[in-house]
């Protein structure tokens, strides 16, 4: 069993950046691939980025590609997501997902664990 807990979110302008943190309370090394998706008021959750067991490889959705980075440290059982040059459409509720089978999927049922959520509102 592996409890994923987001923390970082807030509100900020357009242009700033944020980073938020997912951590998980069992072992995640070596063991779980991670995800971030993301669901915005009215919509539905989409996939934003995704990163290997090892850290090695990563996937991003187009709309944050050369914007978002996501990154793992697997001593510390935290994945991270780095936000830059923030804009208002990626206002949402921010979730961290655990995948023991499958990486870089953009599919939430290839997901196992999921985070309470955590939100980012960004003003224009």
């Known amino acids: 069993q592996v409890q994923l807990v987001e923390s970082g979110g807030g509100l900020v302008q357009a242009g700033d950046s944020l980073r938020l943190s997912c951590a998980a309370s069992?072992?995640?090394?070596?063991?779980?691939?991670m995800g971030w998706f993301r669901q915005a008021p009215g919509k539905e959750r989409e996939f934003v980025a995704a990163?290997?067991?090892?850290?090695?490889?990563?996937r991003y959705a187009d709309s944050v590609k050369g914007r978002f980075t996501i990154s793992r440290d697997n001593a510390k059982n935290t994945v991270y997501l780095q936000m830059n040059s923030l804009k208002s459409e990626d206002t949402a509720v921010y979730y961290c997902?655990?995948?023991?089978?499958?990486?870089?999927?953009?599919?939430?049922?290839?997901?196992?664990?999921w985070g309470q959520g955590t939100q980012v509102t960004v003003s224009s």
């Open positions: 069992g072992r995640i090394a070596s063991t779980y691939a």
């Open positions: 990163i290997s067991w090892s850290g090695g490889r990563t």
């Open positions: 997902a655990a995948s023991k089978t499958s990486w870089g999927s953009r599919s939430e049922s290839e997901y196992d664990y």
